[in-house]
């Protein structure tokens, strides 16, 4: 089991809540945030090993909070995953994201996806078992 940190950067506080859920009960810590701006100086302060943020946030939108974090030298093994409702997949990767996920989304798959970075960059051994997850087959939904 793993106590990296990761921050969820995300307006809408259920979905904040769940994802807070989803990663505690998979063996992860999280702080959240619920806007970019906030997000940006937790990065600087907490140095998490992930970051989930959606795209549309007051203050500091998920694509520019990407961008930020990929210019400090110290988020250089950051796991990134960013999420949307729209299709912005492309832009959320190009803000250098490692992985974009649409909106609903599967926490399942959410946990796979940051587990998969982290491992490609030796934060978490690679014969991590699976955790068990209360909320595996739930969906996020947008209000």
């Given at each position: ?8 950067a ?20 999280a702080?959240?945030a619920k ?6 100086r937790i ?25 930020r ?9 950051l796991?990134?995953v960013?999420m ?11 803000a ?17 996806e940051?587990r ?15 955790a068990p997850?209360r909320?595996?087959?739930q ?5």
């Open positions: 089991m793993t106590t990296d940190l990761i921050l969820v995300e307006d809408d506080s259920d979905i904040r809540d769940l994802l807070t859920v989803t990663l505690e009960s998979a063996g992860f810590r702080v959240t806007d970019g701006h906030t997000a940006a990065l600087e302060v907490a140095r998490p090993a992930g970051l989930i943020t959606d795209i549309r946030m007051p203050a500091v939108n998920g694509l520019e909070l990407c961008r974090a990929r210019l400090d030298p110290a988020n250089r093994d796991a990134i960013v949307s409702a729209g299709d912005h997949g492309d832009a959320g990767l190009s250098g994201a490692d992985r974009y996920l649409p909106k609903p989304l599967s926490p399942r798959r959410l946990v796979a940051l998969e970075i982290l491992t490609e960059r030796g934060r978490i051994p690679a014969e991590l078992p699976d997850s909320l595996s087959n969906e996020v939904d947008r209000k």
